[in-house]
């Protein structure tokens, strides 16, 4: 038995999540992903009206609320059998694709660069840009005052970060103009869907929030500014970190885990034309759906929703007795946090008894992003660099589209709402699942009416993907199983752990607790 290391909680990612893994010769060789908070939603929407749905989904999380309240509407599509008006599938798309595109350069700059960046090295730029002179000059200020924060406290720099002053000084100016930039972006995804955040304006058949055409015109002055921020900051800054400092990290494919991957439809082109494409939000999707299994470079096959299970054999909730897993459909949401043996409060999601990463690098394989396809062809492989580079090729294919969709918009001037419900009444039996896939990956809600009322509700979010723990079979999860093989020469500074836990994009928390298996002393790293 190696030595163990515990980070509790995983820092900048949103939620409570804490990482164990054993370390010998310096190689993570066994590892748990456990989630410590409970997720009690499904419970709450027993015996609601259905429509409440996307409104109470929606709060399950603040950073990507707008997926859950789409993903939900599309269910409720699906069992209302409801139409959605062309102007309703476009205003979903473009609630999503704005929320997509701040999501991932927001997790680049705030979430994850600091695990590349040796930031004291600000303090010795020697340029003549005035701007990154003042960030110099304010970094030397804070450091006389030991008030680096939020940059420090922070893991000690490694051989993998960048150290040139003039890079680190001007990806800290990126880092401060991409606050800016999320700040005029949520002026706009205010504009587009009335409030931010927990907009209220999807529902089934379609969406209530009406912009005006001037209100178009001026988002879409506010989305060109996204555009360019993507296309002239953004993404030149994650190849260079990626090709330079990072390609070591990245030809040795630092936590690529179980290699297969799975995503979902998102952003459909067509309005529905049956009862099954209403589960999806229509037709012809910009990316489409698939699973890979075995390998990245294995062809990928269409998705069968109905080879989804979810185990809790180590997770802290029961299943009637002598079940083992259970379709979403027919899941159980009953806590026990004494259970023997478990360990998370998550669930751990199978397809075909597979687990499946999903995210921005199961959509760039399943859709064979060229510039993917083309690193991987040069020496890539999948793992933590390249989930950075699809998020940056996404931002950039979403946000020209968004462009195309507001046009749309614009020429149909939204008359009146745009919803195919109308007076249509609410089932008194049905079933229906919608699916849709969120900045951080695959997300399936499901639905059973009776009497019409919410009889059951299940959710499968990409996290629970991800870090889902061991399955029945002793199976582990996406997050454990990229940990196997990670380099931890100094047990005292777990860089890589977080830097691959990060690179799924959990979201925010605020201290690391490590430790000593030796001494049990508590080591605290406060990283923000």
Same mark, same amino acid.
């Given at each position: 038995?190696?030595?163990?290391?515990?980070?509790?909680?995983?820092?900048?990612?949103?939620?409570?999540?804490?990482?164990?893994?054993?370390?010998?010769?310096?190689?993570?060789?066994?590892?748990?992903?456990?989630?410590?908070?409970?997720?009690?939603?499904? /419970?709450?929407?027993?015996?609601?009206?259905?429509?409440?749905?996307?409104?109470?989904?929606?709060?399950?999380?603040?950073?990507?609320?707008?997926?859950?309240?789409?993903?939900?509407?599309? %269910?409720?599509?699906?069992?209302?059998?409801?139409?959605?008006?062309?102007?309703?599938?476009?205003?979903?798309?473009?609630?999503?694709?704005?929320?997509?595109?701040?999501?991932?350069?927001?997790?680049?700059?705030?979430?994850?660069?600091?695990?590349?960046?040796?930031?004291?090295?600000?303090?010795?730029?020697?340029?003549?840009?005035?701007?990154?002179?003042?960030?110099?000059?304010?970094?030397?200020?804070?450091?006389?005052?030991?008030?680096?924060?939020?940059?420090?406290?922070?893991?000690?720099?490694?051989?993998?970060?960048?150290?040139?002053?003039?890079?680190?000084?001007?990806?800290?100016?990126?880092?401060?103009?991409?606050?800016?930039?999320?700040?005029?972006?949520?002026?706009?995804?205010?504009?587009?869907?009335?409030?931010?955040?927990?907009?209220?304006?999807?529902?089934?058949?379609?969406?209530?929030?009406?912009?005006?055409?001037?209100?178009?015109?001026?988002?879409?002055?506010?989305?060109?500014?996204?555009?360019?921020?993507?296309?002239? /900051?953004?993404?030149?800054?994650?190849?260079?970190?990626?090709?330079?400092?990072?390609?070591?990290?990245?030809?040795?494919?630092?936590?690529?885990?179980?290699?297969?991957?799975?995503?979902?439809?998102?952003?459909?082109?067509?309005?529905?034309?049956?009862?099954?494409?209403?589960?999806?939000?229509?037709?012809?999707?910009?990316?489409?759906?698939?699973?890979?299994?075995?390998?990245?470079?294995?062809?990928?096959?269409?998705?069968?929703?109905?080879?989804?299970?979810?185990?809790?054999?180590?997770?802290?909730?029961?299943?009637?007795?002598?079940?083992?897993?259970?379709?979403?459909?027919?899941?159980?949401?009953?806590?026990?946090?004494?259970?023997?043996?478990?360990?998370?409060?998550?669930?751990?999601?199978?397809?075909?008894?597979?687990?499946?990463?999903?995210?921005?690098?199961?959509?760039?394989?399943?859709?064979?992003?060229?510039?993917?396809?083309?690193?991987?062809?040069?020496?890539?492989?999948?793992?933590?660099?390249?989930?950075?580079? %699809?998020?940056?090729?996404?931002?950039?294919?979403?946000?020209?589209?968004?462009?195309?969709?507001?046009?749309?918009?614009?020429?149909?001037?939204?008359?009146?709402?745009?919803?195919?419900?109308?007076?249509?009444?609410?089932?008194?039996?049905?079933?229906?699942?919608?699916?849709?896939?969120?900045?951080?990956?695959?997300?399936?809600?499901?639905?059973?009416?009776?009497?019409?009322?919410?009889?059951?509700?299940?959710?499968? /979010?990409?996290?629970?993907?991800?870090?889902?723990?061991?399955?029945?079979?002793?199976?582990?999860?996406?997050?454990?199983?990229?940990?196997?093989?990670?380099?931890?020469?100094?047990?005292?500074?777990?860089?890589?752990? /977080?830097?691959?836990?990060?690179?799924?994009?959990? %979201?925010?928390?605020?201290?690391?607790?490590?430790?000593?298996?030796?001494?049990?002393?508590?080591?605290?790293?406060?990283?923000?």
């Amino acid at each position: 038995m190696g030595q163990r290391i515990i980070v509790d909680p995983i820092t900048r990612i949103e939620g409570h999540l804490k990482i164990e893994v054993e370390v010998e010769n310096g190689i993570v060789t066994n590892a748990w992903s456990s989630g410590n908070m409970a997720r009690g939603v499904e /419970v709450l929407l027993q015996d609601k009206d259905p429509r409440d749905a996307p409104y109470i989904t929606s709060r399950i999380c603040g950073v990507c609320e707008g997926v859950h309240a789409i993903a939900s509407s599309f %269910c409720l599509d699906n069992a209302f059998d409801v139409d959605v008006p062309e102007a309703g599938r476009l205003m979903r798309n473009l609630y999503c694709s704005a929320q997509y595109i701040t999501d991932h350069y927001i997790h680049f700059y705030i979430l994850s660069a600091l695990d590349y960046l040796d930031i004291m090295a600000v303090a010795d730029y020697a340029g003549n840009d005035a701007g990154l002179l003042a960030i110099r000059d304010k970094i030397r200020y804070l450091a006389s005052k030991n008030d680096l924060s939020p940059f420090t406290p922070r893991y000690e720099p490694d051989e993998y970060c960048v150290n040139d002053p003039e890079t680190v000084t001007t990806l800290v100016s990126h880092y401060i103009k991409a606050i800016e930039a999320k700040a005029r972006s949520s002026k706009m995804r205010a504009m587009i869907t009335g409030v931010q955040p927990h907009f209220n304006s999807t529902m089934v058949g379609g969406c209530t929030a009406t912009p005006t055409v001037e209100q178009l015109r001026e988002i879409k002055q506010i989305w060109q500014q996204e555009i360019d921020f993507v296309n002239n /900051v953004y993404i030149p800054d994650v190849i260079a970190v990626g090709t330079g400092p990072l390609l070591p990290l990245a030809t040795m494919g630092l936590g690529g885990g179980t290699q297969n991957y799975l995503c979902y439809p998102m952003f459909p082109q067509n309005d529905s034309s049956s009862t099954a494409d209403r589960s999806f939000g229509g037709r012809n999707h910009m990316f489409k759906g698939g699973a890979i299994i075995g390998g990245a470079l294995n062809p990928a096959e269409d998705v069968d929703y109905s080879k989804i299970t979810e185990s809790v054999e180590y997770s802290w909730y029961d299943y009637p007795d002598g079940v083992d897993s259970l379709h979403p459909s027919e899941g159980v949401t009953e806590l026990n946090p004494r259970k023997d043996e478990a360990y998370s409060f998550v669930k751990a999601p199978r397809y075909k008894g597979q687990p499946m990463e999903v995210g921005p690098l199961a959509r760039g394989l399943v859709n064979q992003y060229p510039g993917l396809m083309a690193l991987i062809e040069a020496g890539v492989k999948p793992g933590a660099v390249a989930r950075h580079y %699809c998020r940056a090729v996404e931002s950039q294919q979403i946000g020209e589209a968004g462009l195309a969709w507001i046009d749309r918009l614009t020429e149909l001037a939204l008359p009146g709402t745009v919803v195919g419900m109308k007076d249509k009444p609410v089932p008194k039996s049905a079933e229906g699942f919608g699916v849709w896939d969120a900045p951080r990956g695959g997300l399936g809600h499901w639905i059973q009416i009776e009497h019409g009322r919410t009889k059951n509700y299940q959710i499968v /979010v990409p996290s629970t993907w991800n870090a889902s723990p061991r399955d029945e079979n002793g199976v582990m999860g996406q997050y454990e199983s990229s940990l196997i093989g990670c380099p931890v020469p100094d047990t005292n500074n777990p860089i890589n752990i /977080v830097r691959i836990i990060r690179s799924f994009d959990p %979201c925010l928390a605020c201290a690391i607790h490590v430790i000593d298996p030796e001494s049990n002393n508590i080591k605290v790293h406060k990283v923000v």
